[in-house]
């Protein structure tokens, strides 16, 4: 049975997704949707859409997962940083060799703590399998978490960790789109609505790059529209 995500929304369903598509896709904000809507008729205030990112973005996250395809076992991991009222938050972040989006995960601190977290995050998603390899930087938080994954057994005792910097510049490279995207979004005000926004955006950079079988926009429509039970 499919669940009407929409239902007693004031809006139709195909604008709601059209709004969180285009957020979280190009570089905008709240105010610059508002006025793009409003062009076309339909005034939707900002704060509406606030709401809408808030509520939908996790939810196409989280159904996105079981339509990725396979990443391979070369990961390359780096920490790139996000805004969030007047201080920084750290996002970890990994990509395979080919370029194909592994993980990623939001935290308040740089540190083997949140390094654990993420590689525990990483190796529950069923589209990714045990790394072969490790790619990071010289950074030791993340040397120590790899170390403590593989002595309680949840890496490899083989997985190979290499920390070179240059090998490293797919993932920084990858990192360009989350900056381009959060840049226009000014600064978060919050710490839940900043991971719905990076769910979301993380999301539809996935199904851009093609890891859920689309190769042009009208089948990214159609997979989204799918994704919210939408036909």
């Not at 007693?8 to 059209?18: A, E, P, T």
């Not at 005034?43 to 339509?67: C, E, G, M």
Request: glycine content about 2%; some cysteine; aromatic content about 12%.
């Amino acid at each position: 049975m499919k669940i009407n995500l929409f239902k007693w929304k004031h809006y139709q369903s195909d604008i709601i997704i059209q709004c969180v598509r285009w957020y979280l896709k190009y570089a905008l904000s709240y105010r610059d949707l508002f006025e793009i809507m409003e062009e076309r008729g339909l005034f939707v205030d900002h704060s509406t859409i606030f709401r809408w990112i808030k509520q939908y973005a996790p939810i196409l996250n989280n159904n996105l997962h079981k339509h990725l395809r396979p990443t391979n076992d070369s990961w390359r991991m780096d920490e790139t940083y996000i805004k969030l009222n007047c201080k920084w938050m750290y996002l970890y972040r990994a990509v395979d060799s080919k370029g194909n989006t592994i993980d990623f995960w939001l935290s308040q601190s740089c540190d083997k703590k949140s390094a654990k977290k993420f590689f525990r995050k990483a190796l529950k998603a069923t589209h990714n399998q045990m790394p072969r390899v490790i790619t990071t930087d010289k950074y030791n938080a993340t040397e120590m978490a790899i170390l403590e994954k593989k002595y309680y057994g949840d890496l490899s005792c083989i997985t190979e960790h290499r920390m070179i910097k240059y090998l490293n510049n797919i993932i920084e490279q990858d990192h360009r789109h989350i900056k381009k995207t959060t840049n226009p979004m000014l600064e978060f005000k919050s710490f839940q609505s900043s991971c719905s926004a990076i769910f979301g955006i993380e999301a539809i950079h996935m199904i851009h790059k093609g890891q859920a079988g689309t190769s042009n926009v009208t089948q990214e429509v159609a997979l989204i529209n799918q994704l919210f039970h939408v036909a």
